[in-house]
C-alpha cells in the first residue's frame, strides 16, 4: 500500500527548516542554505543541475532515495515560488526551469486559482485551493501504487503531520544553529503522534533521521 512521507526534509540543530524572509533572491530564506550543505555536493544534485561530478556515499543514496518511488507531489505555494496574493499572470513556473526535478503530477496548496502548467520531464503542476485533504485525495489518485511525497515547506509539512496523514519522515539533521526561521516541530508531540526512529545514519555534513509510525 503506498505511503505519504516526508524525504530529505533539512531541519537544523535548533529545530528550523527554513530560514526567514524568503524572497526571489534568497529562495531559502536567510541562512537557509546552511542546511542544505549535504546536498549540495552530493551526485544527485549535479545531475539535478546539469553539472558532472559530484560525491557518493550515504549522503547521496539519501538524496536519491528522497525523490525516487513517488507517482506524486503535494507542495505548498511558498515552495513553488516568492509570489503572494493572486496570480498576476501565468508567467512564473516554478523555481526549476523548464524540467523540474518531480517528474510525477505535483499539487500545489494556493488559494488563488491557477490553470495547471504541463512542464518537460512529466511534472505537471495542478493548483489545488480546497485545501490539504482535497490535495491528498487527487494526490493519491494520481499516484496509484506509489507514494506520496510532501514536498514542504514547513507549513505544509506540518499540516499534514498534525492531521495524522504522514507515515514516514527523513529529516537531515545539519549541524548548524539557525537562530530564527520556520520551526518544524514546535508544539507537535511526536512520540504521542506514535514516531519512532526507524534509521539513523551520521556523516560529515548532517545526520539522515527516519521516524515512522507504528
Known amino acids: ?7 530529505g526534509f533539512n531541519v ?3 529545530g528550523y527548516a527554513a530560514g526567514p524572509n524568503q524572497s526571489l533572491e534568497n529562495p531559502l530564506g536567510e541562512n537557509g542554505p546552511s542546511i542544505f550543505q549535504w546536498f549540495f555536493p552530493t551526485r544527485m544534485f549535479h545531475e539535478m543541475v546539469g553539472k558532472e561530478g559530484g560525491e557518493t556515499g550515504p549522503d ?12 506524486a507531489f503535494i507542495l505548498g505555494r511558498n515552495m513553488f515560488g516568492p509570489i503572494r496574493g493572486e496570480w498576476p499572470d501565468d508567467a512564473w513556473k ?4 523548464d524540467n523540474p526535478p518531480y517528474h ?3 499539487f500545489i496548496l494556493t488559494r488563488y486559482p491557477r490553470d495547471s502548467i504541463e512542464m518537460e520531464g512529466g511534472t505537471t503542476f495542478h493548483f489545488v485551493t480546497e485545501g490539504i485533504e482535497e490535495a491528498l485525495r487527487r494526490a493519491r489518485e494520481a499516484a496509484g501504487d506509489k507514494d506520496i511525497k510532501i ?3 514547513v507549513a505544509t509539512a506540518r499540516q499534514y503531520i498534525e492531521a495524522g496523514h504522514v507515515d514516514e519522515m527523513h529529516l537531515a539533521i545539519a549541524p548548524v544553529v539557525m537562530g530564527q526561521g520556520e520551526a518544524l516541530f514546535a508544539g507537535l508531540d511526536l512520540r504521542a503522534m506514535g514516531y519512532k526512529t526507524i534509521e539513523h545514519v551520521p556523516t560529515e555534513r548532517a545526520t539522515h533521521v527516519v521516524l515512522a509510525r507504528g
Open 1 to 7: 500500500m503506498s505511503k505519504v512521507r516526508i524525504a
Open 12 to 14: 537544523s540543530m535548533d
Open 60 to 71: 547521496n543514496d539519501f538524496a536519491y532515495r528522497a525523490m525516487d518511488g513517488f507517482g
Open 94 to 97: 516554478g523555481w526549476w526551469g
Open 104 to 106: 510525477a503530477p505535483t
Open 151 to 153: 514536498g514542504g515547506g
